[in-house]
């Protein structure tokens, strides 16, 4: 074992203040890590997951329902900066609908939705944070403009835990004296129960008579309070839940439930975790047949036990995760991130159990791609604040040299996104800056022209490219 480097990480976080629980934990892994460990689930140790009950088939009265929502709490992950879309902000902060009242963000609409249904169903319905060290001070700054959002007793965020990147060749704390901050690193959203812990969020939440929490990503708007899902939760007794829902040939990768055959527990893999050679089997749509849309639903005393039980430290399993220390530049340092995913707590937990929901529950944005979908017409915005598909979501491919960036792409999009309701897809090559009012329909492919093109106002593009206004 590189006890130097272990030491050495462990001096460090404690000279930043990070706490003596999230170190432990850092050290677990760091063991792990230094040990050879991989992380890695054979495709012979596993068995399809096959048994799922589905959102639509749940019978809940709505005193059920609503009785469990009035004890539940909502935990959005707000630690991403948005990076590989070129911001250095919380990507919660990006507009996603235009409206007559003016743009919303992420965080607006999050906020609507919790209001609507504190609204309908009279439950306080707490609404927490987990930022990290990047996104806390403008993220709290924008919900300032909700100061009806916190629950009395309750703090409106906590605090993800930081740890250092290691040097991927002898895994000691990474120098870059032209950017300290770069030398650290979130350490996955598996840190979300250590960080409970740390900030004392567990411990208010269940000293206010809280005793269940649905977590999801705070770029995943399709995750809205649903007090039926809470209802079916709080009557099924598991100490976890995950939902799931069915793959398509746009999910071959990424993280998938399994059964884990010694034991028989369910099992998240994530593709870093698949070995290579079982590759054409995880992806395998047929075979594999739900991934993991990452909303969870946590019983708190079950997870305060289990907490208790371990000294804070859940055997999470390892994600190596090689990177460089600027993210920017691939010619910096290598250096290796550990991290974790909440969404392995599942097999953490005798009882764990899995919901089917459909695709409307699982609306991320990870590029730019996904945020002209969400901005276009096939979604419609209700009075509740969900966003709900008119038609199947076409499939966008656009050019990488001209639209990962936000900047880039909101440049080239400026008089508001095409109309995508007839399109199956919409394939953009090279630089093309759309009008107002465009109409993209069927396979649309825009060709790289070899120099800045325009689509016109009003113009409709198809598999031949522009048709020409209409």
């Known amino acids: 074992m590189s006890s130097q480097g ?26 792990l890590l230094d040990g050879g460990a991989t992380g890695t689930v054979p495709e012979a140790d596993v068995a399809p997951l096959t048994d799922v009950t589905h959102r639509h088939d749940l019978a809940i009265t709505t005193d059920d329902a609503t009785d469990a929502l009035s004890r539940t709490a909502l935990i959005k992950l707000n630690g991403g900066l948005g990076t590989s879309m070129g911001m250095d902000r919380a990507k919660s902060l990006l507009t996603v609908r235009d409206t007559t009242d003016g743009p919303l963000t992420f965080l607006d609409i999050i906020a609507g939705q919790v209001r609507a249904a504190r609204t309908t169903t009279g439950a306080r319905l707490p609404l927490l944070f987990m ?24 703090p409106l965020d906590f605090l993800q835990n930081r740890e250092p990147k290691l040097r991927a060749d002898d895994l000691e704390p990474v120098e870059w004296p032209a950017d300290p901050d770069l030398e650290w690193c979130p350490p996955g959203h ?24 649905s977590v999801s990503n705070s770029d995943n708007l399709g995750a809205a309070p649903d007090a039926a899902m809470a209802g079916w939760f709080a009557a099924s007794g598991a ?8 793959r398509t040939p746009a999910d071959r990768k990424g993280g998938h439930l399994v059964v884990r055959r010694s034991d028989g527990r369910l099992v998240l893999r994530e593709t870093a975790q698949t070995p290579e050679e079982d590759l054409a089997a995880a992806g395998d749509i047929e075979r594999h047949r739900y991934f993991n849309t990452n909303n969870l639903w946590l019983d708190l005393r079950a997870l305060a036990a289990e907490l208790d039980r371990t000294g804070g430290v859940l055997e999470l399993p390892l994600i190596r995760n090689p990177k460089t220390v600027d993210p920017t530049d691939p010619s910096s340092t290598p250096v290796i991130q550990i991290e974790s995913a909440m969404g392995a707590a599942i097999e953490v937990f005798e009882g764990s159990t899995v919901i089917e929901v459909d695709r409307n529950r699982f609306l991320p944005v990870k590029a730019t791609s996904d945020l002209l979908l969400l901005r276009s017409d ?37 008089q508001g996104a095409p109309s995508l309701r007839a399109a199956r897809g919409l394939t ?18 825009l060709e790289d022209a070899g120099e800045p093109s325009s689509v016109p106002d009003g113009a409709h593009v198809g598999p031949g490219g522009v048709l020409g206004a209409v």
């Open 6 to 31: 272990l030491t050495h990480s462990q001096r460090k976080m404690a000279d930043a203040g990070v706490h003596p629980t999230a170190i432990d934990v850092f050290s677990r892994f760091y063991e």
């Open 190 to 213: 598996g840190d979300l129960y250590t960080a409970l812990v740390t900030s004392g969020a567990l411990q208010q939440l269940l000293d206010a008579g809280y005793l269940y929490a």
């Open 378 to 414: 096939v979604y419609e915005l209700g009075d509740d604040f969900t966003l709900t598909a008119q038609v199947e979501a076409p499939l966008i491919d656009l050019d990488g040299a001209y639209y990962k960036l936000v900047g880039d792409f909101d440049a080239r999009f400026g």
């Open 131 to 154: 930022n990290s060290f990047r996104t806390r001070d403008d993220t709290l700054a924008a919900l300032a403009a909700y100061p009806d959002l916190a629950v009395d007793g309750l």
């Open 428 to 445: 953009v090559r090279g630089d093309w800056t759309f009008g107002r009012g465009v109409v993209a329909e069927g396979d649309a492919v």
């Open 239 to 246: 100490p976890f839940a995950a939902e799931v829902a069915r």
